[in-house]
């Protein structure tokens, strides 16, 4: 599996992180399968957040692999804090804190190789985040930070405080959701896709080494539906599966690729649990897409040049 550097840390991770938003519909025995497929596959990356399945999912990761230091090693974990079922968001230092002791515990795991920030808190106090990380940091609990659904401004203010670098930005990004690239493209034009909904995070996050992590890479709108199949994007259907057939690999397989080939270095949250379809995803990595077929389905998916 084709590796790449985690932001500015010298972790090397793949360039497909298998994501556990869903692993609590499997029984232990099936988790356990799928989960052993994808270290064989060298999908070592595995992300988590403390609200999926509200713990179940790290309760049964750890159960399935029958976590122990050694297993451990080969792994790499990263979750997410700060969605605070009840409230909103928390970004305090006491949540913060609270919140990586029971993913540890839940994960059956000493420390996290890296911790996200779930989504903006609107009321978010940057000196007690850059507390909260030093104290997780200096106890070795967390590795790594980063952060999810922010735009630059945002990351800056809080890296004014923390003195670690943010190493991710989590952002939902595939070819039904790119607006980060079609913004882009549209500079100094009138029109709808020259709106800037994000402040040129995509630009912010290549020019200070922070990853950008793809998540629902094959949903259109927010958790609309996968564009595989729909009736919305026959043309886009059709030129994936024309560009499948080109390469002797599936759909999926093609819709990866076009992620993995723009220059960003963005890494993939995969989300499903089917090990054929994480299989196919994996085999992305293997493949380079030309710019002209890069383009071809960008636009095929309803972009537009100016």
Known sequence: MRTMNLGRTKAQVPVIAV?????????????????????????????????????????LFAKAVHM?????EKMILQSKCGIR???????SKKYILESVDG??????TEYLDVLVLHRPDALMEPEEVAEAFDSLEQSGKVR??????????QIQLLQKYVKQPVAVDQLQFG?????????????????????DRDGSVLDFCRLNDITIQAWSPFQYGYFDGVFFGSEKYPKLNKVIDETAENYGVSATT??????????????IV???????????????ADIRLTREEWYRIYMAAGNILP
């Open 19 to 59: 994501g556990c938003m869903r692993l609590n519909g499997l029984e232990e025995r099936e988790a356990e399968r799928f989960i052993n497929g994808a270290m064989e596959l060298g999908l070592n990356f595995f992300d988590h957040a403390d609200i999926y399945g509200k713990g179940a999912c790290e309760e």
């Open 103 to 108: 993913i540890l515990k839940r994960l059956d």
């Open 270 to 284: 995969s989300g499903t649990m089917n090990a054929g379809r994480l299989e196919e995803i994996a085999q992305a």
């Open 144 to 153: 790594h930070f980063g952060v999810s659904n922010q735009k630059p401004m």
């Open 254 to 267: 093609i819709a990866a690729a076009w992620i993995l080939r723009h220059p960003a270095g963005i890494q």
């Open 175 to 195: 070819i039904c959701h790119a607006g980060m690239i079609t913004q882009g493209i549209h500079v100094n034009m009138e029109d709808d896709a020259a709106a």
């Open 85 to 91: 079922p009840g409230v909103a968001f928390d970004f």
């Open 68 to 72: 122990d230091s050694r297993k451990r």
